[in-house]
């Protein structure tokens, strides 16, 4: 295949206009059109975006010019799109999960496999700046073997501010409601687990728990069944590391990274920012000067002060960043990378990272911290 590839975007909704954004990140893609079941909703999009409206979901399949349709549909309706278009010959980028349970994820993957297609799932920032970063300091063996990781997926109490008013570039509605049914677990989750997973391997066993913490989510929420809005869960390592994955939408912000070694550790500040702040916490060194004056103050003034320091130093990157549009904080992730990457590697003749069988693994794992299984040994890997 010579030429750029070309793509097509099923799924016209909030996330889109991230695509959209970034799509010029990626001169190797072209996009040949979208579709989306609201007619409305597929009219604004296309007009502010100048780009083609497919009559049908059948005649975007149809198109010959299309090599991987792009998944951008709410999570109930993955296995069905994702069916239909490696049923029509294409490979497929899905927004995560791959489909509502592990067996139709399974399904999925088989089918891609028999078809010779390659079926791979967002989320995309872990091909970021920062997870290649992070993965340079690991190697590099400064901190020891790691032994421990903290991820934290909690997105604040979303449900307390303004989220009727929120909008896209293109005008899309955030869908608020059908994220506070669906649970947080899936829609945050894989933002850590893909870097989990990517820098440590696959995970052999997963303890989990989840509920549903704040049942009042307000206007246009009332008697509907929601998810869960908390989950936490310990993830074995087959390599020997075990991490603690907390998503959530009450407690404050927090997305950040901390992995323990035997000689310190290390601080990834925010997994959605793709140049991340990094910091490195040798043990017993003597920590930065700041962090020693405010410790003082602190024991001056006998409390603790309303703000937290990144332990440890910033580790510079090595390069500077490249000129790459992405959306506005706190979504500052390259959303169409994952789909770049996938390409590249068909036209390489290999095979995606996060796709095929890890891209079920990862799946699993999210699928089981969402149901808050208390011993689940993931499928996949």
């Known amino acids: 295949m010579s030429g750029r590839t070309g793509i097509a975007f099923i799924g016209t909704g909030f996330v889109a206009d991230y695509y959209m954004t970034t799509l010029a990140n990626h001169p190797q893609l072209r996009l040949d059109g979208v579709w989306d079941i609201d007619p409305v909703r597929l009219q604004q999009f296309c007009s502010y975006w100048k780009i083609r409206a497919y009559a049908s979901e059948q005649e975007m399949l149809a198109d010959p010019t299309v090599a991987i349709v792009v998944n951008l549909t709410p999570p109930e309706s993955h296995n069905a799109v994702n069916r239909a278009a490696l049923l029509s010959g294409k490979h497929v980028y899905c927004e995560k999960p791959l489909a509502m349970t592990a067996d139709e994820a399974s399904e999925l993957v088989a089918l891609a496999q028999e078809r010779g297609l390659v079926l791979a799932g967002a989320p995309a920032n872990a091909l970021s700046d920062a997870r290649a970063h992070c993965a340079d300091i690991l190697s590099s063996g400064v901190i020891g073997t790691p032994r421990l990781a903290y991820a934290e997926m909690e997105d604040g109490p979303v449900f307390l501010d303004k989220w009727q008013e929120w909008r896209s570039r293109s005008g899309a509605k955030w869908p608020a409601v059908h994220e506070f049914e669906i649970g947080c677990t899936l829609e945050h989750a894989g933002y850590a687990t893909s870097w989990l997973v990517s820098l440590f391997g696959p995970v052999g066993n997963v303890a989990a728990f989840s509920a549903l913490?704040?049942?009042?989510?307000?206007?246009?929420?009332?008697?509907?069944?929601?998810?869960?809005?908390?989950?936490?869960?310990?993830?074995?390592?087959?390599?020997?590391?075990?991490?603690?994955?907390?998503?959530?939408?009450?407690?404050?912000?927090?997305?950040?990274?901390?992995?323990?070694?035997?000689?310190?550790?290390?601080?990834?500040?925010?997994?959605?920012?793709?140049?991340?702040?990094?910091?490195?916490?040798?043990?017993?060194?003597?920590?930065?000067?700041?962090?020693?004056?405010?410790?003082?103050?602190?024991?001056?003034?006998?409390?603790?002060?309303?703000?937290?320091?990144?332990?440890?130093?910033?580790?510079?990157?090595?390069?500077?960043?490249?000129?790459?549009?992405?959306?506005?904080?706190?979504?500052?992730?390259?959303?169409?990378?994952?789909?770049?990457?996938?390409?590249?590697?068909?036209?390489?003749?290999?095979?995606?990272?996060?796709?095929?069988?890890?891209?079920?693994?990862?799946?699993?794992?999210?699928?089981?911290?969402?149901?808050?299984?208390?011993?689940?040994?993931?499928?996949?890997?």
């Open 213 to 381: 913490t704040f049942p009042d989510k307000g206007p246009g929420t009332e008697n509907l069944a929601l998810g869960p809005d908390f989950s936490v869960g310990c993830l074995t390592f087959r390599s020997g590391l075990v991490a603690r994955l907390t998503s959530g939408l009450a407690a404050p912000r927090d997305r950040s990274l901390t992995v323990i070694g035997d000689k310190g550790a290390i601080v990834v500040r925010d997994l959605w920012d793709n140049r991340s702040p990094i910091h490195v916490e040798l043990a017993g060194a003597r920590r930065p000067l700041l962090h020693r004056l405010i410790e003082r103050l602190e024991w001056q003034f006998q409390r603790k002060f309303p703000f937290r320091l990144t332990a440890g130093k910033s580790v510079p990157y090595p390069h500077t960043a490249e000129k790459n549009v992405l959306p506005a904080y706190p979504s500052q992730i390259d959303f169409v990378r994952g789909v770049a990457a996938q390409a590249d590697a068909i036209k390489a003749g290999a095979e995606p990272f996060f796709s095929g069988r890890t891209a079920l693994h990862l799946t699993d794992i999210v699928l089981a911290l969402n149901s808050g299984k208390r011993d689940h040994t993931p499928a996949g890997l």
